[in-house]
């Protein structure tokens, strides 16, 4: 063979990559000249027949033609690559101005929405969101929050007991307040933590479900005090009813795990049957707190010397039906779709307090 011969052969090889209409043909391509039976392969082949000098050079001008050739393959892959992705980018639209599809279907349940209200608001002064268990045992749910065995404050708990292993009484959470324990002996103080989750008692009447929701609230710190609790409770009952000025006042009462204890009253009025919050002369209790006891921070490690400070607690049914105006505490959990589609929200609605908790 010539070298005109193999100037001509890479001349329509090169033409031929060049042409390739699409990463098939271009494939097709690479396989006739490189492949196993390929017309360069077949050539490198023959070197076996030619003399030892001959082939040497021959060699090298087959190695650089077979170089040029996967070099001109690679090259036209891309371009066609590219082609084929400017094909389909211009082919397929995506209309980014079409609205999202309408949630007309799914609602979230106002327990969900109220607990996001919640979050966002002690969100935005700094409390992170805890957790715990709701199978809980004697320790947190009553000993360490000095609810000692035989107190009459477990009588007034009507609590759910389960049977655990090795003679333990486990028992269904009957309030949010373990968590307080959970977190003073896992983390250090500085603490400022809500807890939102479901509680069990053993009642059922028109304000009372076996299961229910509250949110508690826990500010360890050094210098934490009543006035602290007094500042962010009213600030958050202003921002959650979303009444500016909503009074609040502080009744003493007892709770063991808080001294001193209160409950937290929210002016309201009644007259002609209708509630309304913010305004007239009456009085609506929505939840209890105080300042931690010495010795709940004793049992959680905490020196009593050192850090101070307050604890609350909220019933979640409660506020979410004083909010929104739901009569029967019942019909939360009767999983009615006709009761969901009037009290529900859309999900795509996300609580914040930029434009006000929740928007028309
Ligand atoms: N755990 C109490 C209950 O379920 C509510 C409560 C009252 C929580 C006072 C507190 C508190 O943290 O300080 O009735």
Redesign the pocket.
């Known amino acids: 063979m010539t070298a005109t011969d193999l100037a001509a052969i890479r001349g329509a090889i090169l033409a031929e990559i060049g042409a390739a209409a699409d990463l098939a043909a271009l494939d097709r391509t690479r396989v006739a000249a490189l492949g196993k039976k390929g017309q360069v392969t077949e050539l490198m082949k023959g070197l076996g027949a030619v003399s030892a000098e001959e082939r040497k050079a021959r060699g090298a001008e087959l190695n650089r033609l077979k170089d040029e050739i996967s070099a001109a393959l690679d090259q036209r892959k891309d371009s066609l690559s590219e082609a084929e992705l400017d094909r389909a980018l211009g082919a397929e639209r995506i209309d980014v101005t079409l609205p999202a599809r309408p949630e007309s279907e799914g609602r979230l349940h106002p327990i969900s929405q109220t607990i996001d209200e919640i979050v966002a608001i002690f969100g935005a002064m700094g409390f992170k969101v805890a957790e715990g268990p709701d199978i809980e045992d004697d320790f947190h749910n009553f000993t360490a929050l000095n609810i000692p065995p035989e107190h009459p404050a477990r009588q007034m708990m009507d609590t759910f007991y389960l049977q655990g292993p090795e003679g333990g009484r486990p028992v269904l959470r ?4 373990p968590v ?1 324990v959970r977190t003073m002996l896992s983390e250090k103080p500085p603490i400022r933590i809500i807890v939102p989750g479901r ?1 069990y008692r053993s009642d059922s009447d028109m304000t009372h479900t076996p299961m229910f929701h ?1 949110v ?3 500010v360890i710190d050094k210098t934490t005090h009543m006035g602290h609790l007094k500042g962010c409770l009213a600030d958050f009952c202003r921002a959650f009813f979303e009444v500016p000025d909503v009074p609040v006042r502080f009744r003493p009462s007892f ?1 063991p ?2 001294e001193p ?1 209160a409950e937290m009253d929210i002016g309201c009025s009644r007259k002609g049957g209708e509630l309304k919050i913010g305004a007239g002369d009456d009085w609506l209790e929505i ?4 300042m931690v006891h010495p010795k709940v921070l004793r049992h959680c490690n905490i020196d009593p010397g050192e850090y101070q400070g307050f ?3 909220m019933g979640i049914e409660r506020v979410a039906m004083l909010k929104y105006g739901i009569p029967d505490l019942r019909t939360f959990y009767e999983a009615d779709l006709r009761w969901l589609k009037h009290y529900g929200f859309s999900g795509l609605e996300v609580p914040s307090l930029v434009r006000g908790l929740v928007t028309p």
Do not use: Y
């Open positions: 009957t309030h949010t307040s307080q509680t509250q508690e609230g826990l709770f795990f808080v204890g939840l209890g707190c105080g604890a609350f607690g």
